[in-house]
């Protein structure tokens, strides 16, 4: 069954529907679910979808030829093969398809032009010459992140500014993910959000009647299984050196968010480096350099600023369990790694992913009108702010702190701020009073609003606050995992 993406698919279609050609280019990472949703799209639509392999040009005219002529061009009364790409491109508005749009898919499109670099040249000069006022549809598809962004889409390529759309696919959020395990518990698909991400290739692997127990222990960390060798597979499909990306990604997951933390606890001293092998990783959609949400464009310029995390939930997985434990499970120690590595910190490792959750339940409140005021900005909050004393707690004093949850209104007079516990206690009061007295000297010139988002319920002062207070909303697992019945 295919799930989600909507957006892609209305995306697409809305395309298809233009007038005109349409020359559409589709890209995003490796596993994100491309292909798959280009054919869902194809489906009850006459097209051809050509898939291109790394191969010799000749061959991949040859294999191109055949898809086109299975259609049944007038070409094909007179020849058995193109004799160049001109002429097979040329072929496409002639389709015997009616009154539809000549639909082409070109699945990995970087393949193609790998050993002929004329093509992008080629498709441009038919497109101003004849395609662009064809009754045709071309889609562009790859997963080279580097090629699609830095050439196919920069000015120096031949087809810079005749794409009439670009869409560069994501993964999924976590209301989609959660409809691949519809009889999990709400803790269960938050956990497994936590563990796969948004990747549609890596949510097949689990079978939704195992339990998620049995799930991690079979398809994750069992020799042969798919997803125990996809991180190796990925850096070695896409990049060079791959130890020390290993090295790298395995810093940054164990807790490394800082430059010259990163390179201090993968011991690649050259901290110019690590932001060279940093900038890679962003490119490929496994690492990303965040800022404070309030952080401005001339700040983010700056180096030395923002922090590094792990965006893709599975590598921060793989690299803080299953690679640290290798040897391990290579040997088919398999449940001793997942009993003493793995269960006891799971919910541990699940916060951070649960607070990405909360922020996009945050996103659907707004969406549904159900917000205080209407958010410009949301995020992560770090830096300086008040926070109250351990030791005093009636008293305030500056320190460094985060904040999971701020949502700024356009003119900063309002603000949401909200904390997130994926834990098996309740919200505490003295949490709660934490929360509100970060950013206090910000109270004076904007009015602040309260978000707790809580696995296990709130203990009861919070109710009663709750109950009192306006400005404090409180969500709990079922209305967060519920997402207002998702999905939108």
Same mark, same amino acid.
């Given at each position: ?60 005219? /040859? ?11 007038? %070409? ?14 040329? %072929? ?47 889609? $562009? ?47 269960? /698909? ?76 993968? $011991? ?60 391990? $499970? ?124 809580? /696995? ?33």
């Amino acid at each position: 069954m295919f799930i989600g993406r909507e957006a892609e698919l209305n995306f697409l279609e809305s395309r298809y529907k233009a007038s005109g050609g349409q020359l559409i280019v589709l890209y995003g990472r490796r596993r994100v679910g491309k292909t798959e949703t280009l054919r869902q799209f194809c489906k009850g639509k006459p097209h051809v979808f050509f898939a291109c392999q790394e191969c010799t040009d000749r061959l991949q005219l /040859k294999n191109f030829s055949d898809k086109l002529l299975r259609e049944n061009p007038p %070409a094909r009364q007179y020849l058995d093969q193109f004799p160049d790409w001109e002429r097979a491109f040329r %072929a496409v508005p002639e389709l015997p398809y009616g009154e539809a749009k000549r639909l082409l898919v070109i699945d990995e499109f970087p393949y193609m032009c790998k050993d002929n670099s004329a093509i992008p040249s080629i498709l441009q000069n038919l497109w101003d010459e004849a395609l662009k006022d064809a009754n045709v549809m071309i889609v $562009l598809c790859g997963s080279a992140m580097s090629f699609m962004e830095k050439e196919l889409l920069s000015e120096k390529n031949p087809l810079y500014g005749r794409a009439t759309g670009i869409y560069k696919m994501t993964e999924m959020g976590f209301y989609d993910a959660a409809r691949f395990f519809p009889d999990y518990s709400p803790g269960d /698909k938050v956990l497994s959000y936590a563990i796969l991400g948004g990747i549609p290739h890596y949510l097949r692997q689990f079978d939704p009647k195992l339990s998620l127990d049995e799930n991690i222990r079979q398809n994750i960390l069992t020799k042969g299984c798919v997803l125990y060798s996809e991180a190796d597979f990925l850096l070695r499909q896409e990049l060079r050196e791959t130890p020390l990306y290993n090295a790298l990604i395995q810093a940054v997951a164990l807790g490394g968010t800082r430059l010259s933390e990163i390179s201090q606890k993968s $011991l690649v001293e050259d901290t110019s480096k690590t932001s060279v092998y940093l900038r890679n990783l962003i490119e490929l959609g496994i690492v990303a350099r965040e800022f404070s949400v309030d952080t401005g464009t001339k700040e983010k310029a700056n180096n030395s600023r923002g922090i590094y995390q792990l965006t893709d939930n599975f590598f921060r997985f793989w690299y803080a369990f299953a690679f640290t434990h290798y040897s391990d $499970l290579e040997a088919g120690d398999v449940d001793g790694v997942y009993q003493y590595a793995i269960q006891p910190m799971l919910h541990e490792f699940a916060a951070a992913p649960f607070e990405n959750i909360c922020r996009q339940f945050v996103t659907k409140l707004q969406r549904a009108n159900q917000l205080p005021f209407r958010y410009d900005q949301m995020g992560r909050w770090f830096g300086k702010t008040t926070v109250r004393d351990p030791g005093a707690p009636e008293q305030l004093r500056t320190a460094e702190t985060e904040i999971d949850l701020v949502a700024l209104s356009r003119d900063r007079k309002q603000y949401l701020v909200g904390e997130c516990k994926f834990r098996g206690q309740p919200f505490r009061y003295g949490e709660y009073l934490d929360t509100a007295a970060k950013l206090s000297p910000l109270k004076k010139q904007a009015e602040f609003f309260y978000a707790l988002f809580s /696995k296990s319920g709130f203990d009861q002062r919070i109710l009663r606050e709750a109950e009192q207070n306006d400005h404090l909303r409180l969500y709990g697992l079922e209305d967060i995992v519920g997402g207002l019945n998702a999905p939108t």
